[in-house]
């Protein structure tokens, strides 16, 4: 089912909770993991998603296809993700160094990671970056997401967003490097 | 390992044992939950304004009520049925003295009270009546 049919079945009445079930279904998995490369652990990630969905639900009534129905929920994905990650930040009065540091050991606490020493340098490394760049590189790396898709969903244009993965990758393999 | 493409892409993230399958369940029930409490919200805020503006109202009725203070004491005194007059100074404990201290009588209150008592349009066989039965 395309995303024009979800549309419709949500936007009736009486097919409205069997569209957004169908919604749901569609697109979780996408949004997870979305998240989950952003926070690291499970239950924050699961927290987060439901989250997402529940303000898709909310909102949906309010979506005008100015965007695609994909873009605006990772839009929104997204936006969760920075929210979430700026909260840490000022809930402890932490420098980014410590919720960094918070996330890498996770890396090796949390319970359902199963990475051997070379993808944990990777993630530790990813950590190193600010969170918009961190986030275009995974849907970029991660993803392979076109550029076009990323510029819609961080409203950016693609030559930052170019510049900004080129970056990144010269921070990493610095890190790989040195480390 | 100098180069981000020596390493290969893998997914070290993984998600407890049949999470997709129970997640679409969670949000349709988490939304059933939203959408009940927004209902009993809405219903508790038009509660809440009813409730206020009903008090609102009386509040206004009071105000502009006819006063009942613009009647005078005579006007009230006279829809007073005469038993309930009588019952009520029964019941009190105001002495005559003082009952007569409050009452503010002007000269033909005077004369009308002297009729009545010395006045009692009584003839001379009717007295003698009486005389005879007190006697």
Known sequence: MDDKELLLKIRNAETRSYGFNLLVREYQKRIYWHVRKMVIDHEDADDITQEVFIKIHKSIGNFREDAQLYTWIYRIATNECLTFLQRKRRRYFLPIGDVEGELAAKLTSSEHISADEVQLKLQKALLKLPDKQRLVFNMKYFDDMPYEQIAEITDTSVGALKASYHHAVKKIESYLKDD | ?135
């Open chain 2, 1 to 135: 390992m100098k180069r981000l493409e020596d390493i290969p892409k893998k997914e070290i993230f993984n998600v407890p044992e049949r999470y997709f399958d129970k997640l679409p369940g969670i949000v349709q029930t988490r939304v059933g939950k939203a959408e009940t409490g927004s209902r009993t919200t809405a219903f508790g805020y038009a509660f809440r304004y009813a409730a206020a503006f009903s008090l609102i109202g009386v509040g206004v009725l009071f105000w502009f009520r006819p006063s009942a203070q613009s009647e005078s004491p005579e006007s009230m005194l006279a829809n007073v049925e005469t038993v309930d007059l009588v019952a009520y100074l029964n019941e009190s404990d105001l002495t005559t003295e003082e009952l007569m201290d409050e009452l503010l009588l002007d000269q033909s209150d005077a004369a009308g009270i002297e009729e009545q008592v010395y006045n009692l349009g009584l003839d001379d066989e009717h007295l003698e009546e009486i005389l005879d039965e007190i006697n």
